[in-house]
């Protein structure tokens, strides 16, 4: 049985939990793998007002979030109890989703290759001096990377992959990095889901623009209108288009027989004289270089008497 203490401390966060419930109605899911404690500080100081973190056990969350749609009748953050794994925390917000998140990835900070770790992305060491003596050269050949020896130094001969991303770090591979004074990972708050309004979706979902948005729309009616075409079902996306194919045929049929209508005279009058309508066009582009060709007569002629000097002088 816990004691007083640690009771009390638990009704409190539960409240504490509950009363975020109530007031927020969107959230992130974000887990803190290797986030210190003074970063873990800044990372809250730089969210408020508008948003708060919540961290804990991840069965005192379950637990509350229950007992809160029990008592209230307020199911939608029961979406979160199959995703509360690991070392995860709730960030709750009034702000835009996008610059929450924004503000978040503004403290991913570097850090050291430690030996058993998941390397979060790919990590490759450039050719060049190592600024290293020629005695450590065992750390390069245990890893099979390539190196000579110039004016007294290990230099790497060409670019090499030390570590792929998802694998874990090797001892080796966590000393050489951490010779060379590399920092290849960083790390903070890692985005895991989006809550909002009960629902429940991918944080990539907040990368998606306007345009892309748009560019699928335009697809997608394009597509409609293609099988509603095809298969003679009229739809909004379709109108459109049967009303062009239905003025073409038309169109057709007048210029075939005596039947017309203004819109097919214009047409007609083209196909029976085309001449005059070809005629019309250098007419047109004549009289708009006529008055060009009079200001270059004038320059021209300005020109003449400014010379400054006489052909009798």
């Not at 004074?181 to 629902?199: D, H, N, R």
Request: net charge negative.
């Amino acid at each position: 049985m816990p004691g007083p203490q640690v009771a009390a401390k638990k009704e409190a966060y539960h409240l504490r939990f509950c009363e975020l419930l109530a007031k927020y109605e969107k959230a992130f899911l974000v887990h803190a793998d290797n986030v210190g404690s003074q970063q873990f500080q800044d990372i809250r100081r730089g969210l408020r007002p508008d948003s708060i973190i919540l961290m804990g056990k991840n069965t005192m969350m379950k637990r509350s979030i229950r007992m809160y749609a029990e008592e209230t009748g307020d199911d939608k953050w029961n979406c979160l109890l199959d995703v509360l794994v690991g070392n995860v925390g709730i960030i709750f917000t009034v702000a835009d989703m996008n610059d929450v998140k924004t503000e978040i990835m503004k403290y991913k900070v570097g850090a050291q290759a430690r030996v058993g770790v998941i390397a979060p992305n790919a990590v490759s060491i450039p050719s060049g001096s190592t600024g290293m003596d020629p005695s450590q050269t065992s750390f390069f050949q245990a890893l099979g990377i390539a190196t000579k020896i110039n004016k007294g130094t290990i230099e790497i001969v060409s670019d090499v992959d030390l570590i792929q991303a998802g694998d874990k770090v090797g001892a080796s591979q966590a000393t050489l990095l951490a010779k060379l004074g590399i920092k290849p990972f960083k790390y903070g708050l890692g985005m895991l889901k989006v809550i909002e309004s009960g629902q429940i979706y991918d944080c990539a979902v907040l990368d998606i623009t306007d345009e892309q948005l748009m560019a699928s729309v335009v697809a997608a009616v394009a597509n409609v209108a293609a099988i509603s075409l095809a298969t003679n079902f009229p739809t909004m996306a379709s109108i459109p288009h049967s009303i062009i194919n239905g003025y073409k045929n038309v169109l057709a049929i007048a210029l075939g027989t005596e039947y017309t209508f203004p819109r097919a005279d214009k047409i007609k009058e083209i196909l029976a004289n085309p001449g005059a309508f070809a005629a019309a066009a250098p007419v047109a582009e004549a009289k708009g270089a006529a008055p060009a060709a009079v200001v270059a007569a004038k320059v021209e002629s300005e020109e003449e008497e400014d010379m400054g000097f006489s052909l009798f002088d």
